[in-house]
């Protein structure tokens, strides 16, 4: 059962942007839960484990993985059950699915996302 959506990935050449999204599939959590919940986007490259890109708190602290520092934005819309992950100057080694999670319990299928050089 699919519970979180995530949308925007693609095949893009480096130093290009995309930006990914994500929002529940249906009512399977409410406004008030997101309100109260940490967001995060999550990357696995091919061979390799799935690691923490960005994290969102319930009141919009932000941090990233070195390695996307100064390039990713992390955002969110409460209102929406939405978070988003701007992406920006991306490189090879961006290259990987996408996972989204809210509050540590839902995840989604991910967006594969695929940087060219």
């Known amino acids: 059962q699919v519970q979180l959506v995530e949308s925007g990935g693609d095949l893009v050449q480096a130093g290009g942007s995309l930006r990914l999204s994500c929002a529940p599939s249906?009512?399977?959590?409410?406004?008030?839960?997101?309100?109260?919940?940490?967001a995060g986007w999550y990357r696995q490259a091919p061979g390799k484990q799935r690691e923490l890109v960005a994290r969102?708190?319930?009141?919009?602290?932000?941090n990233y993985a070195d390695s996307v520092k100064g390039r990713f934005t992390i955002s969110r819309d409460n209102a929406k059950k939405s978070v988003y992950l701007q992406m920006t100057s991306v490189k090879p080694e961006d290259t990987g699915v996408y996972y989204c999670?809210?509050?540590?319990?839902?995840w989604g299928q991910g967006t594969q996302v695929t940087v060219s050089s």
């Open positions: 999670n809210v509050g540590q319990s839902y």
């Open positions: 249906g009512s399977v959590f409410s406004i008030a839960f997101m309100r109260i919940s940490a």
């Open positions: 969102i708190t319930s009141s919009g602290t932000t």
